[in-house]
């Protein structure tokens, strides 16, 4: 179960939620303001391209935001009726929903419209939901140690902030601090590797009911791209809702 199930409603809107039409409002202003750039994602998830927000009118209660690159990702957008926006502006996780968007002329030229979310969801780094990850056919983690050997070792748990992995024998040179260059893994169903530098978190030793011995190790994710956390986020979702369904 994630974090977040664990929660209550509200312990959830007291701890994560930024509600209120002025609230909202104002922060949005400052992505706006800072060129912080988003990942929508669209058509249930499956689709998905990057944006900046442009500017609030809080008069009309909307938010303007750039179009995509691609005339036929933007008409399929339009017709989109729910839209998830995430980003990280200050290292901080920001999330929220909306319905769907309009076209609009802004400054110019092309833009889109929707109206404001009702709310915002922030997490800081250590409130980001960790899954464990399936046992069958494991994620499996690739980086590149300091001496140029290669690790490789199955996952145990992901978020969007970094990834736990597990051994069997004493991860000889892994100690927390360490950084590790040309780390790589990727999801299934997706074409393409996920690429980042990683810092060892922590080591930390467990021992089973039988006696058996694991060592588990904390990776935190350095230089992952916005999209990349995007889609580690739908393969959380993903994960999430097979085993509610099987439950």
């Keep these: 179960m994630s974090q977040i199930a664990q929660l209550s409603e509200a312990e959830i809107e007291a701890h994560f939620h930024v509600k209120g039409a002025l609230p909202v409002a104002f922060m949005l202003a400052e992505f706006a303001r800072d060129h912080e750039q988003f990942s929508v994602q669209f058509g249930g998830g499956a689709e998905m391209f990057l ?35 995430i980003g990280r502006p200050g290292g901080i996780h920001v999330q929220f ?10 400054e110019g030229g092309k833009a889109f419209a929707v109206a404001l979310p009702k709310l ?31 690790l490789n070792l199955p996952a145990h748990d992901i978020s ?8 069997g024998s004493p991860p000889d040179g892994l100690g927390p601090g360490l950084v590790l260059e040309k780390c790589h893994f990727s999801l299934p169903a997706d074409e393409h590797d996920l690429l980042f530098s990683a ?31 995007s889609r580690i986020q739908r393969y959380i979702t993903h994960v999430e809702r097979e085993r509610h369904e099987l439950s």
């Design 160 to 167: 969007v902030a970094g990834i736990g992995i597990k051994s």
């Design 199 to 229: 810092t060892v978190r922590h080591v930390t030793e467990l021992e089973g009911r039988t006696g058996l011995r694991q060592w588990r190790i904390g990776m935190q994710f350095n230089d992952l791209k916005v999209t990349a956390e």
């Design 51 to 85: 944006t900046t927000p442009l500017a609030v009118n809080s008069d009309k209660g909307l938010l303007i935001f750039d179009c995509s690159g691609s005339v036929e990702s933007n008409q399929r957008f339009l017709q989109s009726q729910r839209n998830v926006f």
């Design 97 to 106: 929903n909306t319905g769907a968007a309009r076209e609009i002329s802004y």
């Design 120 to 150: 915002l969801v922030r997490l800081q780094r250590r409130d980001y939901f960790r899954i464990e990850t399936p046992q069958v056919k494991p994620l499996q983690f690739f980086g590149r140690l300091p001496g140029g050997g290669l």
